[in-house]
């Protein structure tokens, strides 16, 4: 058995290729790898040597020759591919291991060049890889260092890959090549080159929004069934995920997660994750009914659990705290889907153990930074339209105090201001059109996805009052502008006594009168949330 072993990322290579030749594999190898492994005493045939033909153009030009090609592309059982091999003196390559030049890791470094970024494509590894993932049958192509245990582990016990594993390693093989030109594609036409730049020395300003998206998604989990029985579903994931996002959860008990938990629990997540004291998110319909921040989990969770409890009922529990024995036995009063939480104590499972159908979830928080991945966060926002999608930087605008414009007479209290920013921060995370009556670190009221602000004001109302709670000096948040001065009249007509929203609308000096009137605080960010 020959094994042509090619990579760029040497992790484990050594000790893999030390194991191929204690079962009596030949190791043949090229440039940097064939040094290494002749370096830690390993028998290993340069191809060079194998080609009889030197490496050429900086290392451009080793691997593409017939008999590299000629022994991964040969039919075993096609008595003329062999009948070939024989009579122009080639070999079978039975194992092939390649992993490609670093391209994603070199563009992703500040300062690459052009330069840089092309000579990292590489063009004889991915050549050989297809190759040998076409040949599947009777070539097996490893291109990542997780490959190689499985590989071990069935030569050893029986001297060859069953076709099984082959087929798998093939398939993997392609699902890489299709990554890194998609990679290569999106870097490229998102660069603008100009006529007189040297390429040696173009750090070239890229694109948002590439010539072509090459978006690729590997699959979680088949789903029972999509937002409806009769719709079929699967849960994708990025192929670097972002720490702390609601793929890289753990799910530690519970039955299996559905369509719908998925897309509420990543709402849930989203949104308590924001807050930088101990949260509870509790959602329904994708929607938060109630939002709280205080000194501990159990805190938190009761006050949010105050704004609508009849919401809340078989809804998707998020907080940003773990769960200790406390909350864990408030929180199982209830009917809940999904508990998420970065952790739980050893009496918070206990708890759960007599509610088995619960769906806990472990995730941790996201390590924090300044780019939208650090913060475990989407850096886009795609939408599907017929036959089109629609692409948009993800809505990660966070507003401080600083961005804040007072633009009454009467001036917000610290407390109000306080409340005014907590309702924002809620309001992002409401469906369009969002009001939000917040008080004290909770929310009273929520109104959400009505076609008119005036209505989604007046759910807002009706909500409180079937809570029992009083909205009477509280601070409302509205994800867009009043276009007309109704709407704040209905707010402040419900108890509300400080307004935050973006401002922006013709009649904005309309609604200032009016809350000067009104006698209530006013503040305009900037910015809107609008979330369809």
Known sequence: MNALISVSDKTGIVEFARALHALGVRLLSTGGTAQLLAREGLPVTEVAELTQFPE???GRVKTLHPKVHGGLLARRDVPAHMAALAEHGIDTIDLLVVNLYPFESTVA????TLADAI????????AMVRSAAKNWKDVGVLTDASQYPAVLAELKAGGRLSDRLRFALSVAAFNRIAQYDGAISDYLSSVDFEDGQEAASYVPVRHLFPGQSNGIFTKVQDLRYGENSHQSAALYRDLHPAPGSIVTGEQLQ????????IADADAAWECVKSFKLPACVIVKHANPCGVAVSTNALEAYSKAFQTDPTSAFGGIIALNRPVDGAAAQQIAKQFVEVLMAPDFAPEALEVFKAKANVRLMKIALPPGGDTPWQQGRNAMHAQRVGSGLLLQTADNHELLLPDVRVVTERQPTQEEMQDLL?????AKYVKSNAIVFCKGGMTMGVGAGQMSRLDSA???????????LSLAGTAVASDAFFPFRD?????VDAGATSVI?????????EVIDAANERGVAMVFTGVRHFRH
């Open 254 to 261: 519970g039955k299996e997660l559905s369509y719908n938990n």
């Open 501 to 509: 929203q973006p401002g922006g609308s013709m009649r904005d000096q």
């Open 458 to 468: 007046r759910i807002a109302s009706i909500k409180a009052q079937a809570a029992g």
């Open 56 to 58: 050429m153009l900086d």
């Open 487 to 491: 709407g704040l009249d209905v707010v």
């Open 109 to 112: 470094k500040a300062g690459c």
């Open 422 to 426: 907590f309702a924002w921060k809620v």
């Open 119 to 126: 000579e990292n494509i590489d063009i004889g590894g991915p």
